[in-house]
């Protein structure tokens, strides 16, 4: 074969095989190529339960940001989010930590609130909401506890 | 080494022959990589050998990757579905294609595939290079054949192994979507949202550490079989299969560890 061929069809298969390692890393891996946009703020809660890094963060059930650290300060789950630049959230903003569906993964659903302040970057929600535990609330159903 | 008389000894002899010989084999095949990876680093690199078996191990190989990656993606659709619609969670089927298909099988399927497309071909072409003395040749006009014929094989495994699994993996994803979406009625939205919720870089990094070590481990075997073959056809016929043998074994028992090790 022609050296100029085969440099052409090696060619060819390196970029075929990028193309395939970049649908995977980026469509499924979530990999953001264009480096690490918006603004980061913080909530405490006072458990997390099966929140993880790398989870989204969700308003009326679009994601305008994702999970970026969890740690513990003073005895409570310190997540930080990164918001998606130009999503404004108010201060009386609700942090809660829901679950997809019964068995899905873990996400934070912020409803906006009212007032006319906005938070601004490395600010805190204040109001948040912890996940609701159901192997608690089956317990108190069983032993007639629920309101 | 003389052979001892009483019968009563004899099998205890064979043993040790037996041990010691495995065992120098064992330490051969370390030493061919050893050998074969400080030759890597010492410059020059002959580059149009390089060329030459990625198209040989890469280009070659294309066309298999996609039909066995299509069928594997379009079977896994078809069996997960059916277990999975018996607790009534088709929805993760997405999750359930692409985990296995990125995690183990697509690169163990890869290998194996190129071990039995190319490995074997390598093997034979290195061990007629053996038996008709075109290694030695290559050796008397002062060229290493290390460097020559060994390095350029190893490299490009290292570096088209990857990229054959990630079209590997991607094919079957299409193909578990032909069958999940197309013919049972699943929702494209569900396949591929589910997909992107429970699937994490770590699956992806983890399945392409996997293929980079069998890049290394096919070339390496199955290169290894045909330098070291015996004298004759019957030796390169029995390199070729003892390399494909040898190859397969190494894959699946490297992706135990490999599995168990990775996160």
């Known amino acids: 074969?022609?050296?100029?061929?085969?440099?052409?069809?090696?060619?060819?298969?390196?970029?075929?095989?990028?193309?395939?390692?970049?649908?995977?890393?980026?469509?499924?891996?979530?990999?953001?190529?264009?480096?690490?946009?918006?603004?980061?703020?913080?909530?405490?809660?006072?458990?997390?339960?099966?929140?993880?890094?790398?989870?989204?963060?969700?308003?009326?059930?679009?994601?305008?940001?994702?999970?970026?650290?969890?740690?513990?300060?003073?005895?409570?789950?310190?997540?930080?989010?990164?918001?998606?630049?130009?999503?404004?959230?108010?201060?009386?903003?609700?942090?809660?930590?829901?679950?997809?569906?019964?068995?899905?993964?873990?996400?934070?659903?912020?409803?906006?609130?009212?007032?006319?302040?906005?938070?601004?970057?490395?600010?805190?929600?204040r109001e948040v909401e912890a996940p609701v535990d159901l192997e608690e609330l089956i317990g108190k159903y069983i032993f007639g506890q629920v309101e | 080494m003389s052979v001892v008389r009483s019968t009563p000894l004899r099998p205890v002899q064979s043993l040790g022959r037996w041990g010691v010989e495995s065992l120098e084999a064992m330490g051969r095949f370390a030493l061919f990589l050893g050998e074969a990876v400080v030759w890597t680093f010492i410059p020059p690199l002959k580059v149009s050998q390089f060329y030459r078996r990625v198209h040989f191990i890469g280009v070659r190989s294309l066309s298999v990757i996609l039909l066995t990656g299509a069928f594997t993606g379009m079977v896994l659709g078809l069996q997960t579905f059916l277990t999975l619609s018996r607790f009534g969670s088709e929805a993760l089927l997405g999750?359930?294609?692409?985990?296995?298909?990125?995690?183990?099988?697509?690169?163990?399927?890869?290998?194996?595939?190129?071990?039995?497309?190319?490995?074997?071909?390598?093997?034979?072409?290195?061990?007629?290079?053996?038996?008709?003395?075109?290694?030695?040749?290559?050796?008397v006009m002062g060229l290493n054949p290390m460097r020559y014929l060994i390095v350029p094989i190893l490299l490009a495994g290292v570096a088209t192994f990857p990229l054959l699994t990630a079209i590997f993996d991607v094919v079957g994803i299409l193909g578990g979507y032909l069958v999940g979406v197309q013919i049972m009625g699943l929702s494209s939205g569900t396949y591929f949202g589910e997909m992107r919720t429970f699937v994490s870089l770590?699956?992806?990094?983890?399945?392409?550490?996997?293929?980079?070590?069998?890049?290394?481990?096919?070339?390496?075997?199955?290169?290894?079989?045909?330098?070291?073959?015996?004298?004759g056809t019957v030796g390169v016929s029995r390199a070729t299969t003892e390399a494909v043998v040898l190859s397969s074994v190494l894959i699946l028992v490297w992706d135990y560890f490999m599995g168990s090790v990775l996160p």
């Open chain 2, 95 to 139: 999750p359930a294609v692409a985990l296995s298909l990125v995690r183990e099988m697509g690169p163990v399927f890869t290998a194996l595939m190129v071990t039995g497309r190319t490995g074997s071909a390598l093997t034979a072409e290195i061990g007629i290079m053996r038996i008709t003395e075109q290694i030695d040749a290559i050796q």
């Open chain 2, 202 to 231: 770590d699956d992806i990094t983890t399945g392409l550490w996997k293929s980079f070590a069998f890049g290394v481990v096919v070339t390496w075997a199955c290169s290894y079989k045909g330098y070291y073959t015996a004298q």
């Open chain 1, 1 to 125: 074969m022609k050296r100029t061929n085969l440099e052409l069809t090696v060619g060819g298969f390196v970029l075929i095989g990028i193309l395939a390692l970049g649908y995977l890393s980026i469509n499924l891996g979530r990999v953001e190529l264009l480096g690490r946009r918006g603004y980061m703020i913080f909530a405490d809660f006072p458990t997390v339960g099966g929140l993880k890094s790398g989870s989204s963060v969700e308003i009326a059930g679009v994601e305008v940001g994702r999970v970026d650290s969890i740690r513990l300060a003073n005895y409570q789950a310190r997540v930080t989010f990164r918001i998606q630049e130009g999503v404004k959230l108010q201060e009386d903003t609700i942090a809660s930590i829901k679950t997809k569906g019964l068995i899905g993964e873990k996400y934070v659903r912020l409803s906006p609130g009212g007032s006319d302040r906005v938070i601004q970057s490395g600010g805190q929600i």
